[in-house]
C-alpha cells in the first residue's frame, strides 16, 4: 500500500489543484488507470484488465 501511494504521489507531483475537489477527481481518474489502463511487463505487455480477460478464456 505504501508503495501504491508512493507511486501515485510522485507521478502527480507536477500538478497544481485549484480545490479539494478537483484533487480528488484527479485521484479518482488516476487509481482508475493503474487499476485497469497501464501496461504492465509482468503481465506479458498487458494491462490489467485485458490479462483477466485473457486468463478468463483459458479456463472458460
Not at 508512493?6 to 480528488?24: C, I, T, V, Y
Amino acid at each position: 500500500m505504501e508503495s501504491f501511494f508512493h507511486l501515485m504521489k510522485a507521478e502527480m507531483m507536477d500538478e497544481h489543484f485549484e480545490n479539494p475537489e478537483s484533487l480528488a477527481q484527479a485521484m479518482t481518474e488516476w487509481i482508475e488507470f493503474y487499476n485497469n489502463r497501464r501496461i504492465r511487463t509482468k503481465l506479458k505487455g498487458k494491462s490489467p484488465v485485458q490479462y483477466q480477460e485473457l486468463a478468463n478464456q483459458l479456463v472458460a
